[in-house]
């Protein structure tokens, strides 16, 4: 029994630190935050179950199991730590190696820079350099776009993923060469798979990935994620999008780019409930309906102007199942969500941004909005909202006041002052720019740019970017309430607001609109409609509407008010 004492006592000794001043101190009720955890978690509960659908580069429907994904990422992760690589890059859509490097990359104790692959070689040259990068996965189909980067890296090296299919354990092309090789690494080192790897970060406030603003006016900025915020937002995603799902398992089709605030965290939300992801190369209308149709897609997030087009697509129709759809990156309009909702599409209406983990607000919806008109209804719904359940309550604060100064306005739904956000899954700050991040904190907030007005029941909503207020004859016209009004028309597909000088007004609104397929519209046609059979109020009918092919927007869907500007002065094409 002596033997047996003494190897307890050893053993405690280990996972109990000691106080060298008295009792002991434990912290067996505690572990660090890492949604990496979320993986290997799943493949233990379920490792039958489905987490990878896709349709690869080569046409073939590839599914994978969460024990072969987990054991993927362990490969992967394995290949990464024998190389000794700390920064990775990736360039890439939405596909089953972009998703395994988000795991692979965190477990290898690692962080990933992820890129937009719609900016510009130079941008993405400028990113991945100031990002300290020293090995990038790049999709085949956009290796070109790192021609730039090549010719002043030449020794950072390239992973090329071909997208092609494989059986699960025998995975092709250089990128399932490299998981091979990690497996290898694995079995010759003795480091026994997820047990050697990071699931649990060493330190939960350390990175685990870079978060690129979209850097339409200035430089993109890094955003730092954590370790711990990421987990937090992740939780906060389940929750609040509905995705542990009540009748079997969830299936979260891959519409949003996963580079964008690494897809808002879903890479770990849908995880962490052994959900499916739907892996998506590109946005496809009738791929989408028909995954919605035959595959029984249950969840899936998109912008406004994703949802306007898919709710017009040809393809559409009333559904025979529930989708909840979770909508955010601008804000939407009523009409879209009567749209919505007569599909079966449920809009799960949130609001955030890059250095929030993404979503950190929601529109929750309230069972006696059942009783009021249909209208006032969904202007209710197309309201940002409360803060998260893993975050603090959202604020609106005065903008007259000096730098760092937090006054919060009237909450009358009248005053108009500016979002800011305290809590959790508040981003460590931006990289390698203090000032940037001074004033991003300024007064201990984090500070939106966002307008909104602040209701009586503590919900917000959204009236615009601080820039895109028109202010005409004194009167503050909101071109996010322009464009959920101009909608309405039976014939506009979206719309576009900026201003332009009026020697009278200072400022008139000018709307860009795109119509409806089939239907014909002159711009004149909706200044008379405007003005004679809509509610617009007469000082925010827009003095010029001009009809183009399709409105300029940012990879997530949003519209981009600068490029529309520039249409506006004259100086560039509109049809372009």
């Not at 799943?42 to 690869?56: G, K, R, S």
């Not at 749209?339 to 929601?362: A, C, D, F, R, S």
Request: proline content about 6%.
């Amino acid at each position: 029994m002596s033997g047996v004492k003494s190897r307890l006592s050893s053993l405690l000794a280990h996972i109990t630190p000691q106080s060298s001043s008295g009792p002991f101190e434990h912290n067996f009720n505690r572990h660090t935050l890492s949604p990496t955890f979320f993986l290997p978690r799943a493949a233990d509960i379920e490792p039958d179950a489905e987490a990878i659908y896709h349709l690869t580069a080569d046409n073939k429907i590839l599914r994978r199991t969460y024990r072969e994904t987990a054991a993927h990422v362990s490969g992967f992760a394995y290949y990464i730590k024998k190389h000794g690589f700390q920064r990775i890059g990736i360039l890439a859509p939405n596909t089953p190696a972009f998703l395994t490097s988000i795991f692979a990359i965190a477990a290898a104790g690692a962080v990933n820079v992820a890129v937009n692959y719609r900016l510009k070689k130079d941008d993405i040259a400028y990113i991945f350099e100031h990002g300290d990068v020293d090995m990038i996965i790049v999709d085949k189909e956009f290796e070109p776009l790192l021609d730039t980067y090549r010719s002043q890296n030449p020794n950072v090296p390239f992973l090329v993923d071909d997208d092609v299919y494989s059986e699960a354990w025998t995975p092709a092309g250089s990128f399932g060469a490299a998981i091979q090789e990690g497996w290898k690494y694995d079995n010759e080192t003795a480091q026994n798979g997820w047990e050697g790897l990071e699931a649990q970060a060493p330190d939960e406030d350390s990175i685990i990935a870079l978060a690129y603003t979209s850097g339409t006016t200035a430089r993109p900025k890094g955003v730092e994620y954590t370790h711990r915020g990421c987990y937090l937002a992740a939780l906060g995603n389940v929750t609040e999008s509905g995705l542990n799902f009540h009748e079997g398992r969830a299936k979260y089709l891959w519409t949003l780019p996963m580079f964008h605030a690494m897809g808002w965290t879903f890479p770990w939300s849908v995880t962490a409930v052994r959900g499916t992801h739907y892996c998506l190369r590109k946005i496809d209308y009738p791929e989408i309906w028909r995954l919605l149709k035959d595959e029984k897609i249950t969840h899936f997030n998109a912008a406004p102007t994703v949802n306007t087009l898919l709710c017009n697509s040809k393809e559409a129709e009333k559904l025979s199942h529930s989708v909840r759809v979770t909508v955010a990156a601008s804000p939407p309009t009523p009409h879209l969500f009567e749209q919505m909702t007569n599909l079966n599409l449920h809009p799960v209406h949130t609001y955030g941004m890059t250095e929030t983990y993404g979503p950190i607000t929601k529109g929750y919806y309230l069972p006696q909005w059942d009783q009021i008109p249909l209208k006032e209804k969904y202007q209710k719904m197309a309201r940002q909202g409360h803060g998260f359940i893993t975050s603090l309550p959202v604020r609106v604060i005065k903008t007259d006041v000096p730098e760092g100064m937090v006054v919060d306005v009237e909450r009358n739904g009248k005053e108009i002052g500016e979002v800011v956000f305290v809590g959790n899954i508040c981003a460590r700050g931006y990289y390698k720019d203090p000032e940037a991040t001074r004033k991003l904190f300024a007064g201990g907030v984090l500070h939106s740019g966002d307008l909104a007005v602040w209701h009586p029941d503590r919900a917000i909503q959204i009236l615009d970017r601080a820039k895109d207020i028109i202010i005409s004859g004194g009167e503050n016209i909101s071109s996010v309430a322009l464009e959920s009004m101009l909608v309405t028309h039976p014939d506009i597909l979206e719309a576009g607001v900026v201003s332009v000088p009026d020697s009278h007004w200072g400022e008139r609104p000018k709307a860009f609109i795109t119509v409806k397929p089939g239907k014909q519209l002159e711009g004149k046609d909706v200044i008379d409609w405007a003005r004679n059979v809509s509610d617009i109020s007469k000082f925010m009918i827009p003095r010029e509407v001009e009809v183009v092919a399709e409105l300029p927007k940012t990879s997530t869907g949003k519209v981009r008010k600068n490029v529309l500007r520039e249409w506006a002065k004259g100086s560039g094409r509109s049809d372009d």
